[in-house]
């Protein structure tokens, strides 16, 4: 029996102490960011006086409600015509073929050098189709756009300004959001992406650690992906991998906070799933092929090797809160039946610091993101505790595309259904993307609601409080992720 408790305790330590290092990580970014934005250390280069030829890159696959959205965006940006290539990198298999064949050549009619570039086999699946529009691209520099993205007029001509120095690899701007206050998905999911657009990629870039490009928004310079292998497709977030493969090469990223990107974001739980899927499984894939060649690299500071390390190991954090939640419920008998071990659980209440480390995370992002302070702090109490209770209720769907990505497991690169919905009164529940099966795993999401209700039951009955407002989390968040998966499943 000791031995199992010992078990448990041993495993429980190494994850939470997980999270507190990671924990202090953020904290270092926070510190880092706004120590630059008080400096105020953003400093925008001059207008543009010589325009190099530039290819924008629209990778589309099966988006019937957003394509001819993006692609009339993308040719409204202002940038000499002569200088400037399109290229509609079409994989769909349905109806978009024709509403993209049918706008593009709209456009050509009008003088667009625009390409409809259609794939029969999606081989590669994103990467590989940026890859081939690589081969034939006309751009010594290449942005990239999502099909749910609306690029702002004066996205190259505000951006390539960026590209100072021939070193300079990437620029990298900041993601806004069409539909931000849609439904509370919507809200969450803002909540979190501020406050990796803000402290995470700012606090990297500004003390010089590897920050990543986020597959759209962005602009390459072609030379910088070709000296880094170009596209690789061996894993489902292949920018992510680019991103390090080149940085390990030498090349330098640029962030540009004050540059915003307007996009949809996942409006139904199973989009969202299937995009947090993606993402994490994709981390998972990417910490096994690159972390290896961060850690042995003679070129990197051992400081950012450190942020290195967390930053492709981040996905892990749901493996963790998955299972410190599970194993908290024995630990509770335990602490309640074995008093020797009470110093054990007093040494751990130490890392509850964790949370007021990210919570002074989020709030800085809060505060940047609103310039009405008081109202940015109101955001900030109404959202960061919903926002965590809701991701910890993704921790089982998104642990278990963690494990199958360290253990090699592959997997099809599955998109994110784009819904073009901006206002309240806009449906999305017809949308022919979704599915409308219950996955088996949302039945266990919400027996998970109920393990934690049971938690809570027994933390009065042991009298142990401690863990309460953990449980209560994990209850709230297991019961909303299950509850919205079977209500948009249904329609």
């Known amino acids: ?236 977030t292949e920018d992510l991998d680019l991103s390090y493969r080149a940085q390990l090469k030498g090349w330098s990223f640029k962030y540009v906070e004050d540059i915003g990107s307007p996009a949809e974001l996942p409006a139904a739980m199973n989009a969202l799933k299937t995009q947090q899927y993606r993402w994490n499984k994709g981390a998972a894939e990417c910490a096994v092929k690159n972390l290896d060649k961060v850690i042995k690299s003679k070129n990197v500071s051992n400081s950012t090797k450190v942020h290195a390390i967390f930053h492709l190991m981040n996905s892990f954090l749901f493996v963790c809160i998955l299972l410190t939640g599970l194993l908290s419920v024995p630990l509770m008998w335990v602490k309640s039946t074995y008093f020797q071990y009470g110093y054990l659980f007093q040494i751990a209440a130490i890392f509850s610091v964790s949370f007021v480390f990210l919570a002074f995370f989020y709030w800085t992002s809060a505060a940047m993101n609103y310039e009405n302070k008081r109202l940015g702090f109101l955001k900030f109490i109404s959202s960061f505790p919903l926002f965590l209770s809701v991701y910890m209720g993704l921790s089982l769907h998104n642990a278990i595309a963690v494990f199958e990505g360290y253990a090699g497991r592959k997997s099809p690169f599955v998109r994110t259904p784009k819904f073009n919905v901006v206002k309240k009164e806009e449906g999305w529940k017809n949308n022919k993307y979704i599915s409308k099966q219950i996955n088996p795993l949302t039945y266990i999401e919400l027996l998970l609601a109920l393990y934690f209700a049971f938690a809570i039951w027994a933390g009065f009955y042991l009298g142990d409080s401690g863990l309460m407002p953990f449980h209560v989390m994990l209850m709230f968040g297991f019961g909303v992720i299950g509850l919205y998966s079977v209500r948009h499943a249904k329609g």
């Open 1 to 236: 029996m000791h031995i199992l408790i010992w078990t448990i305790i041993i495993v429980y330590g190494a994850l939470i102490l997980f999270i507190f290092t990671y924990s202090i990580v953020q904290l270092t970014l926070t510190l880092g960011y706004r120590k630059s934005r008080k400096r105020n250390e953003v400093q925008v280069p001059n207008a543009l006086v010589i325009f190099p030829n530039v290819t924008i890159q629209l990778p589309i696959f099966n988006e019937k409600y957003v394509s001819e959205r993006l692609i009339d965006s993308t040719a409204a940006i202002d940038y000499p015509k002569d200088k400037l290539e399109i290229q509609v990198l079409d994989d769909s298999t349905d109806e978009t073929f024709e509403l993209v064949a049918n706008k593009v050549g709209e456009l050509q009619q009008k003088g667009y050098n625009i390409k409809h570039i259609h794939r029969v086999k999606r081989v590669g699946y994103k990467a590989g189709a940026l890859a081939e529009g690589l081969e034939v691209c006309e751009g010594e520099f290449v942005a990239i756009f999502d099909a749910d993205f609306l690029p702002a007029k004066n996205f190259l001509m505000d951006s390539l300004k960026y590209f100072v120095h021939d070193k300079i690899g990437l620029v990298q701007t900041k993601w806004l959001h069409l539909n931000k206050n849609y439904n509370l998905l919507t809200r969450l999911q803002a909540f979190g992406l501020d406050a990796h657009f803000t402290v995470e990629q700012g606090g990297r870039n500004a003390a010089g650690h590897f920050m990543n490009f986020n597959g759209t928004a962005g602009i390459w310079r072609k030379t910088c992906i070709e000296d880094a292998g170009g596209w690789h497709s061996d894993t489902l």
